[in-house]
């Protein structure tokens, strides 16, 4: 929602207003806060936790202007909406890069970070694309796509993403992942689910890259990240 619809406009709203795109970022992420709280309330048993759309971010080459605009990409990408709920506060260098008179750092109000940070039992991953970062903060692709031009096939993507996930607080216990491939008629339409191969009845689409993000989630799963089954058995990797 916060880059097609307000940063690229390719999504409803339709807008191109960055000033306006990360203020919805702060009431998107508040209004997550507020919902986990609201079902904590009901009383019902059942794990709760956000859907959070993860790529990795990595530098196009070994310099230190690369690696500069890689961190600020990802805490932009990843580290403003993960920091967010499992630490309990937005980036410093993304605060920073936006100043502090920019309508998200000015609209921060006492005892929102304490909503959004409120204990969730899960995280789900959903992961498109790696993204590669260039010394001016540009993006560049490194591998083959799917239909979609701009979602480059690396499925080792998604194990990056995940063990990452194990440096972060306990908040999240069980991760669940998802990588759809997308379709090229209109790359602007939600991500169609990929099926997983274990589930009978379906060929493997044009672009997939087989057991491979099979294989990188069972190697998170082995390096000591908490993955849910649901993974494998509901959720599509490709």
């Known amino acids: 929602m916060v880059q097609n619809g307000y940063l690229w406009g390719h999504h409803a709203p339709g807008r191109q207003a960055p000033e306006a795109a990360y203020l919805v970022t702060h009431h998107l992420q508040l209004a997550h806060g507020l919902a986990v709280q609201a079902l904590r309330a009901t009383g019902q048993a059942g794990r709760i936790g956000p859907a959070l759309n993860l790529h990795p971010c990595y530098p196009a080459d070994d310099s230190p202007e690369a690696a500069a605009a890689t961190r600020l990409y990802d805490g932009h990408e990843?580290?403003?909406?993960?920091?967010?709920?499992?630490?309990?506060?937005?980036?410093?260098?993304?605060?920073?890069?936006?100043?502090a008179g920019s309508r998200m750092v000015s609209g921060i109000r006492d005892g929102d970070l304490d909503v959004i940070?409120?204990?969730?039992?899960?995280?789900a991953v959903q992961h498109y694309t790696p993204i590669y970062v260039t010394a001016t903060g540009d993006t560049t692709h490194r591998w083959p796509t799917s239909e979609a031009d701009w979602q480059q096939i690396h499925p080792e993507g998604m194990y990056d993403i995940l063990t990452r996930l194990r440096l972060l607080p306990d908040a999240a216990p069980g991760a669940q992942a998802r990588r759809p491939l997308v379709p090229h008629d209109d790359p602007r339409q939600r991500p169609l689910s990929v099926a997983t191969t274990t589930q009978p009845g379906r060929t493997p689409r044009p672009g997939r890259p087989g057991q491979r993000g099979r294989a990188c989630c069972s190697s998170a799963r082995s390096a000591g990240v908490s993955i849910s089954p649901a993974c494998f058995a509901n959720r599509a990797i490709s």
């Open 78 to 99: 990843n580290r403003l909406y993960l920091d967010s709920v499992l630490k309990g506060g937005y980036p410093q260098d993304v605060l920073a890069d936006l100043g």
């Open 117 to 123: 940070a409120s204990p969730v039992d899960l995280l």
